[in-house]
């Protein structure tokens, strides 16, 4: 899914400069249309060159939902590198932000939450739509933010969905890699991606600076929920690491 749903971060985080992009793929980034072009080793390759392209020295890493996924394995391949630097960048602290650090968990989990809101009302015609305004985004309407993202994204089979992805589970880089940066976890109060999706990126950072926070009223896109308490949220944990 491409970047449109997080534009928001710009007003609500007014005074960092924000580099976005788009997934090869989606969004304005199209791509191939077959499988075998997508991984997340592929994906990797594109943020290294994205990050020393653009002249990234010092920067914060933020990541939401499998962008998360991807700002994990991307620290954890430079800290298995086992250098003192990245050429010219460090990457100062992360957000991964209603990440889940197990897809076939956090897929259990979704079945659960879907079998719970059928128990209450077995209508198949509108079960999705509730589990958004559930899990998802409690907006009564989908946000048009979130709407264009989806109408741009990869095309289903080839690079989108936990399909594409199945079986991922976070693992600790190997032993005697650097330390990575110092990390926040945030979800939705009442997210898809609950607690027991989130606990084991403790023990994936090779460190015990991994900070959970959790955000009240909230469900999967915390930012479009409550975007000026999610910016704040933001700032003050990277600003304690400029």
């Not at 990440?99 to 659960?112: F, I, K, L, N, Y």
Request: charged content about 25%.
């Amino acid at each position: 899914v491409p970047s449109d749903y997080l534009l928001l971060l710009k007003d609500v985080v007014p005074y960092r400069s924000i580099v976005f992009y788009d997934q090869l793929g989606c969004g304005t980034s199209p791509g191939p249309e077959y499988k075998d072009a997508y991984s997340i080793e592929s994906s990797l390759d594109d943020l290294d060159a994205l990050v020393k392209n653009v002249g990234l020295r010092s920067f914060h890493l933020y990541g939401q939902s499998f962008g998360g996924i991807l700002a994990f394995e991307y620290l954890k391949r430079i800290a298995e590198r086992n250098v003192d630097d990245n050429g010219d960048s460090r990457c100062l602290s992360v957000i991964l932000s209603s990440s889940p650090c197990d897809v076939e968990q956090v897929e259990t989990v979704a079945e659960s939450l879907i079998g719970e809101l059928m128990a209450k009302d077995d209508d198949a015609s509108t079960i999705m739509e509730r589990f958004r305004i559930s899990h998802q985004c409690q907006s009564e309407e989908r946000p048009k933010a979130l709407s264009d993202a989806y109408a741009h994204a990869g095309q289903p089979g080839v690079w989108r969905g936990t399909d594409s992805i199945k079986g991922w589970k976070a693992i600790k880089p190997k032993e005697g890699s650097q330390r990575m940066p110092s990390c926040m976890v945030m979800r939705g109060e009442h997210d898809f991606v609950t607690s027991e999706c989130v606990e084991g990126w403790k023990e994936a950072f090779n460190h015990k600076f991994v900070r959970m926070k959790v955000l009240d009223g909230c469900s999967h896109h915390g930012l479009l929920e409550n975007g000026l308490n999610y910016g704040d949220i933001v700032d003050s944990f990277f600003s304690e690491y400029d």
